[in-house]
C-alpha cells in the first residue's frame, strides 16, 4: 500500500511531471554518488534485485490486496543509491503490466526509493543496537510508515486546488499573512474525503507493514546465517 | 499480475497487431493514455475502453483475462474512487474507467510486442545502467519465479505448510524469501562471469527500431488518434458526445478489424 496504485490520468499533470523530472534527478544523482563503483559489475546484480522485488510483488496476499514490496532488503543488499535505480525499473516494469499508471512512475520511485533509503539508514544504525532480525523488522516498519505517508501527502497535494483568481492577491498575503487568506487561495478539492481514504490506507498499511516486516527480519536473520558478508 | 502469461501472449501471438511496428504501438498506447488523461466525459472514456478492448480482440487475446489484469490494480483506484464519493457517483466512475482504460493499453501494448522491442524502446530514453538493468530484472525474473515455485513445492511436500501454524508457515516463506536472496545473488556474479567472457564490456545489445509504419498500423493508430483529438475538441469547447457517433465508430471499427482478421485466415 506504500506506493501509489494510482493509474494515469487521476493525478494533476504538474504533480505527475514534477515527479518524473525529480526521480529522473534522484536516479542521475545516486548514480553520481556511485560513480567510483565498477557499475557494469552492478548490473547482473541490479537486474536481480530488482526481480527478486518483482516476485515478491507478485506474491499477493489475497484478503487484502497487499503486496510484498521488498525495497528494505534489496536497499540494505544493494546499498541506498543501487536501490533508487532499482526502484525506477521495478515501476517501469510495473507500469508496463498496468500496475500503476506509467505516468505515475516518477513519484512511485520518489516514494519507493525514499522507503529503501530510510530502511537501509535505520538498519545500519540500529544493527549496531539489535540483533539483525529486530533491526530489520524495526527499519522495516518506519520505512513503509514514512513512505506510506508520504504517499498519502502526494494524494493529498493531488486535491489541492489553487484559486486563480484570488491568487492576484499574493502580495496582500506576503504583506499580511493570514490564515483565511492563504486558505483563500488554496482550497482542497470538496468532493474528496481524505480522512476516509487515509484511515483506509494506514488501515490497510498497518497489516501490511507488519508482514512486510515480518517477511523482512525472517529473511535478513537467514541471510546472516549463511551468507553475512551479502548484508555487510 | 501476470507477467508469465503476458510474455506468452507477446510471444506467442501472430495477429496483425502483434505484427505492427512498436512506433505505432507506443504512439497508439500514447494517444490512448493522453485521451484519459485530457478527458472525463464517462462516454468518451468508454469508448476508449471498448476500443482498446476491441483492439485486445483483434490481436486475439482472452478479453475477459486481459480485463482481469487491468482490474486487479484497482483497489488503490476503488479506494481513491470511495474517497470522492460524496459529489456524487459520477466522480468514483470516471476514476474506475480511467483505471481500466489506461491499465488496459499499457497491457494491450506489452502483450502484443516483445519485451526486447518494448524494453529496446524506451530504454532509448533512459541512462544505460537503468535500460540495462531493465534487461536483466525482466530476463531474470522467470528464473526465480520459477526457483520460488520449486521451492514452494518443496516446502509443501516436506509438510512445510500446516494448518493453523500461520506463524511457522510464514517464517518458512520467508525463510526462502532469503534462500532466494542468496540465489539471486550468487547467480548475478555468475552471470556477470558469463557476460564478460562473451565480450560485456558495460553495454548490453538492443534490437534496432524499426522506423516507418505499415498498412496493419493505421487502424489501431488511426482510432486512438481521432479519439484523442475528439477528447480535446469537446473539452476544449465545454461540449458533452450526444448521439449515437461513438457507438456507430465502434461497430465499424469492430467489424472492420474482424473482418481484416477473416481475410488474412
Not at chain 2, 498498412?215 to 475538441?233: E, G, K, N, Q
Not at chain 2, 471499427?253 to 485466415?265: A, N, S, T
Request: hydrophobic share 55%; charged share 15%; with cysteine.
Amino acid at each position: 500500500m506504500s506506493h501509489l496504485h494510482i493509474p494515469d490520468g487521476l493525478l494533476p499533470v504538474w504533480l505527475w511531471l514534477s515527479g518524473l523530472v525529480v526521480a529522473l534527478a534522484l536516479v542521475m544523482f545516486s548514480l553520481f554518488m556511485v560513480r567510483r563503483m565498477e557499475l557494469r559489475k552492478k548490473v547482473p546484480l541490479i537486474g536481480m534485485m530488482s526481480a527478486m522485488m518483482l516476485v515478491g510483488m507478485n506474491l499477493e496476499i489475497i484478503p487484502i490486496a497487499y503486496h510484498v514490496n521488498l525495497s528494505v532488503i534489496t536497499a540494505i543488499i544493494l546499498g541506498p543509491w543501487l536501490m533508487v535505480v532499482t526502484a525506477l525499473i521495478v515501476n517501469l516494469l510495473m507500469a508496463m503490466v498496468g500496475h500503476g499508471g506509467i505516468t505515475v512512475v516518477g513519484l512511485n520511485t520518489i516514494v519507493i526509493g525514499a522507503e529503501g533509503m530510510l530502511g537501509y539508514l535505520l538498519f545500519s544504525i540500529l544493527k549496531r543496537l539489535l540483533k539483525p532480525g529486530p533491526a530489520a523488522a524495526v527499519s522495516t516498519v518506519l520505512a513503509l510508515a514514512l513512505s506510506t505517508c508520504l504517499m498519502l501527502f502526494i494524494v493529498f497535494v493531488a486535491n489541492v486546488n489553487l484559486n486563480v483568481e484570488a491568487a492576484h492577491g499574493l502580495r496582500e498575503i506576503l504583506d499580511a499573512p493570514t490564515v483565511n487568506t492563504f486558505f483563500d487561495v488554496f482550497s482542497v478539492n470538496k468532493d474528496f474525503d481524505f480522512r476516509l481514504f487515509a484511515y483506509a490506507a494506514l488501515g490497510l498499511g498497518t497489516l501490511g507493514w507488519s508482514i512486510e516486516a515480518f517477511v523482512t527480519a525472517a529473511a535478513i536473520k537467514f541471510i546472516t546465517r549463511v551468507k553475512p558478508d551479502m548484508i555487510a | 499480475m501476470d507477467i508469465s502469461k503476458i510474455d506468452y501472449w507477446a510471444t506467442s501471438g501472430r495477429s496483425f497487431v502483434h505484427r505492427a511496428t512498436v512506433l505505432s504501438k507506443v504512439l497508439a498506447t500514447a494517444f490512448v493514455i493522453s485521451g484519459v488523461i485530457v478527458t472525463s466525459e464517462p462516454a468518451v472514456l468508454m469508448g476508449l475502453y471498448a476500443l482498446v478492448l476491441i483492439t485486445v480482440r483483434a490481436a486475439r487475446l482472452p478479453v475477459m483475462k486481459v480485463m482481469a489484469i487491468s482490474i486487479f490494480p484497482g483497489l488503490f483506484a476503488i479506494l481513491f474512487a470511495l474517497s470522492h464519493v460524496e459529489g456524487g457517483w459520477t466522480t468514483p466512475v470516471i476514476i474506475i474507467m480511467k483505471a481500466l482504460t489506461a491499465a488496459s493499453a499499457m497491457i494491450l501494448l506489452i502483450s502484443t510486442t516483445q519485451y526486447t522491442e518494448v524494453m529496446g524502446f524506451f530504454g532509448r530514453f533512459l541512462p544505460r545502467v537503468v535500460a540495462d538493468g531493465i534487461f536483466m530484472t525482466y530476463r531474470s525474473f522467470f528464473i526465480l519465479f520459477d526457483l520460488l515455485d520449486h521451492f514452494l513445492k518443496a516446502l509443501r511436500l516436506r509438510g512445510g505448510f500446516q494448518a493453523r501454524r500461520i506463524f511457522k508457515n510464514a517464517g518458512n516463506m520467508a525463510s526462502g524469501l532469503g534462500m532466494l536472496f542468496i540465489h539471486a545473488y550468487d547467480k548475478s556474479q555468475r552471470l556477470y562471469d558469463v557476460m564478460s567472457i562473451r565480450g560485456y564490456s558495460g553495454r548490453l545489445a538492443t534490437g534496432r527500431l524499426h522506423g516507418g509504419f505499415a498498412l496493419r498500423d493505421m487502424p489501431y493508430l488511426f482510432m486512438t488518434a481521432f479519439f484523442l483529438c475528439y477528447a480535446v475538441y469537446m473539452k476544449m469547447h465545454g461540449l458533452s458526445p450526444h448521439g449515437m457517433f461513438l457507438p456507430a465508430l465502434l461497430i465499424i471499427y469492430f467489424l472492420g478489424m474482424e473482418g481484416v482478421w477473416v481475410w488474412k485466415r
